[in-house]
C-alpha cells in the first residue's frame, strides 16, 4: 500500500522549473531517500508534500485520496509531519513550550480555556529523553546548539504523532553523536510503522537507513528503486560528479 | 493631591490599552498600529449612549465592547491575513477609516465638535463622581484587564500566539490555523481597548476625535516598546513613564503650552532612542 503517491508533479518559481512531471510512490511503513545535486528540487517537493507552497501541476494523492489542494494546515491531518533544512524552531521560547505547542490543543476556544497539563508534560519529556534535550528545557530555543535545534525540530514532529516524516537533510552540519541520535530515532519510527522521506547527501547513511531511494535531477526522477542498485547507476554517479 | 489622583486615573486607563496592545504586537508579533480606533469606539458609543439615550455606564461600556469586537472582527478578516510590515500598514489604514468616521459623520458625531458633557458612571444609586471613586473604578478595570491578560498568555492558545510571532508558516505546518488565532487575539485586544475608550469618556466627561488618531496609536506603541515587549508589568511601567514625563517637564519650569509640544518630541525621540540602543524595553524579553 503507498502512502504517498505524486503523479506528474510541477512547480515552476518564475522562469525556475523546480519540480518537472516528477512522478513517484512511497510505501506505507518503508525509509525513502530522496537524493539529487543542490537546486535540484528536493525541498521544493518536502515543501508541496507538506502544503506550504502549492502545486502548479499534477496529483498527490495521500492514503488513495487525491488532494486538490494541501494547505500547511490541514498536513497534520493527513499525518504529514516535517522538518526544514534551514532550521525553523520557535527562537525566542523555550525548549518545553517549542514542543508544548504540538501536543496541546489547536481550537481556538479550546486553547484559551487549556493549559498544559500533566499528560502533555509527559509526552514532551519523553521525547526530550529521545533526542538528549532532558536538561534543556527552560533555555531559549535560540540560545541551543545548531545540532541541539535540529534535534528540537525533529523532537517537535516526532511529538505530532504523524504516519509521515518529511526530514530535509537533519544530517547536515552535526556531530556524529548527533547524528546517531537521529539514526536511532529513524530506526525507532520505522520500527512503530511509521514511513520516513529523507533527503540526505551521506550515501553511507543512505545505503544504511533506507529501503528505497528516489533520485532527482532539475526537478526530474533520475532514477528509483532500492540504493544498492540505484547508487551504482552510471547517470546517478554522473548527476552527483556533474559531468 | 487630586492631581496625582487624576494621574493615576489616567495611568490605569493607558495601562489597559498597553497592556491589551502588548497582546497583540509583543505576544503575537503584530504591529498594530490601530489601537486608537477602538480605544475610540468604546469611548464614542459610551458618550453617545449614556448622554443622548440615557443608559446606564456599565450598559454602554458593554455595548461598547461588543461593538469594538464586532468592527474588529471585520478589520481583522481583512488584515489577518496579512504579517510584518503589510500588517502594520493595513492597521494603520483602519485607524485612518475609523478616525474619519468618527471626524465626519456629524449626526452622529458632531464631528470635530466633540461631545460634551457625558455623565459619570452610576452603580445601585451611587455616582462616581468624586476622583478617589473614579480611581477606584478604572483601577479595578485595569486590575481585571490585567487577570484577563495574564489568563489568555497562560493558556495554551497564549503559547500558540507566541509561535506565530516566531515563526507563523512553520507554525501552520502543525495544525494551525493561524489566521483565526490572529483574529481572535486582534478582537479580544480591541475589546479591552473600548473598556478604557468608556472609562476615558465618562471620566473626561468630553470627546473629540483627535483623541483616537494615529498619534495616540504610536504613544501607546511606544509604551509597551519602553516598558518591554511580551511583559504585561513592563506595559503598565511603560503607560506610567509617558503619562508622568510631561508632567515632569512640566515640573522642571516648561509652560504648558510649552510642554505640550515638547510632550510629542520627547515621546518621538524616546522611541529613536530606544531602537538604536534598547530594542527590548525596560522588562522586555523580546524585540521586534
Ligand atoms: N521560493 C522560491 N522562489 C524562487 N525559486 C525557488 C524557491 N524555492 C526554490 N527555488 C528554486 O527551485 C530550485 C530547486 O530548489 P530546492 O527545492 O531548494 O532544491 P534542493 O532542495 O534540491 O537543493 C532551485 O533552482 C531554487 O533556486
Ligand atoms: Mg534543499
Keep these: ?243 | 493631591m487630586d492631581y496625582i489622583i487624576h494621574l493615576l486615573i489616567f495611568i490605569s486607563i493607558y495601562a489597559i490599552l498597553a497592556m491589551s496592545l502588548n497582546l497583540l504586537v509583543g505576544y503575537t508579533g503584530l504591529l498594530s498600529v490601530t489601537h486608537a480606533a477602538f480605544y475610540g469606539v468604546g469611548a464614542y458609543t459610551t458618550a453617545l449612549l449614556m448622554k443622548f439615550a440615557g443608559f446606564n455606564f456599565f450598559i454602554a461600556l458593554a455595548i461598547g465592547v461588543v461593538i469594538a469586537l464586532i468592527a474588529s472582527f471585520l478589520i481583522g478578516l481583512v488584515i489577518s491575513k496579512l504579517s510584518g510590515d503589510y500588517y502594520a500598514l493595513g492597521s494603520l489604514g483602519f485607524n485612518i477609516i475609523v478616525f474619519t468616521i468618527f471626524l465626519n459623520w456629524q449626526t452622529l458625531t458632531r464631528g470635530p465638535l466633540g461631545i460634551p458633557g457625558i455623565p459619570r458612571p452610576e452603580l445601585f444609586g451611587f455616582t462616581f463622581s468624586g476622583n478617589i471613586a473614579y480611581l477606584a473604578l478604572s483601577f479595578a478595570f485595569a486590575v481585571l484587564v490585567y487577570l484577563a491578560c495574564r489568563f489568555i498568555i497562560g493558556s495554551s492558545f497564549g503559547r500558540a500566539l507566541k509561535a506565530i510571532r516566531e515563526d507563523e508558516e512553520a507554525l501552520k505546518c502543525f495544525g494551525y490555523h493561524t489566521s483565526v488565532y490572529k483574529l481572535v487575539i486582534f478582537a479580544i485586544a480591541a475589546g479591552f481597548a473600548s473598556v478604557a475608550g468608556a472609562l476615558y469618556a465618562s471620566y473626561i466627561t468630553f470627546v473629540d476625535p483627535t483623541t483616537f488618531y494615529l498619534p495616540e496609536s504610536v504613544l501607546l506603541l511606544s509604551m509597551i516598546i519602553l516598558g518591554g515587549l511580551s511583559n504585561l508589568q513592563g506595559s503598565v511601567i511603560g503607560a506610567a513613564v509617558l503619562i508622568l514625563l510631561p508632567e515632569a517637564l512640566r515640573f522642571v519650569g516648561f509652560p504648558d503650552t510649552i510642554a505640550a509640544q515638547l510632550r510629542l518630541f520627547v515621546y518621538g525621540l524616546l522611541i529613536v532612542l530606544l531602537m538604536l540602543y534598547r530594542p527590548q524595553g525596560i522588562r522586555g524579553e523580546y524585540k521586534l
Design chain 1, 1 to 243: 500500500m503507498n502512502i504517498i503517491e505524486a503523479k506528474n508533479l510541477t512547480k515552476h518559481f518564475d522562469g525556475v522549473l523546480a519540480i518537472d512531471r516528477l512522478s513517484f510512490s512511497v510505501a506505507n511503513g518503508t525509509i525513502t531517500g530522496i537524493i539529487g545535486p543542490n537546486g535540484s528540487g528536493k525541498t521544493t517537493l518536502t515543501n508541496i508534500l507538506s502544503g506550504m507552497i502549492p502545486k502548479d501541476n499534477g496529483m498527490i494523492i495521500i492514503d488513495g485520496v487525491a488532494l486538490e489542494r494541501l494547505k500547511s494546515y490541514d498536513a497534520r491531518r493527513y499525518g504529514i509531519a516535517r522538518t526544514f533544512q534551514n532550521v525553523r524552531v520557535f527562537e525566542q521560547m523555550s525548549v518545553l513550550d517549542n514542543l508544548l505547542v504540538v501536543v496541546t490543543e489547536r481550537n481556538v476556544w479550546g486553547a484559551l480555556f487549556e493549559r498544559h497539563g500533566e499528560y502533555h508534560r509527559a509526552r514532551v519529556l519523553e521525547v526530550l529523553e529521545r533526542i538528549g534535550l532532558r536538561d534543556k528545557q527552560t533555555a531559549l530555543a535560540r540560545t541551543l546548539s545548531y545540532g541541539q535545534r535540529k534535534l528540537l525540530e525533529i523532537g517537535r514532529a516526532l511529538l505530532t504523532d504523524a504516519r509521515v516524516y518529511l526530514f530535509d537533510e537533519p544530517f547536515a552540519g552535526l556531530f556524529p553523536e548527533m547524528a546517531k541520535l537521529i539514526v536511532t530515532i529513524i530506526h525507532e519510527l520505522k520500527a512503530d510503522g511509521k514511513t520516513v522521506i529523507l533527503i540526505e547527501h551521506n550515501m553511507e547513511l543512505i545505503r544504511e537507513l533506507c529501503d528505497t531511494v528516489i533520485v532527482m535531477d532539475s526537478g526530474r526522477l533520475l532514477a528509483e528503486g532500492a540504493p544498492k542498485n540505484v547508487l551504482k547507476k552510471r547517470e546517478v554517479l554522473e548527476a552527483y560528479l556533474g559531468e
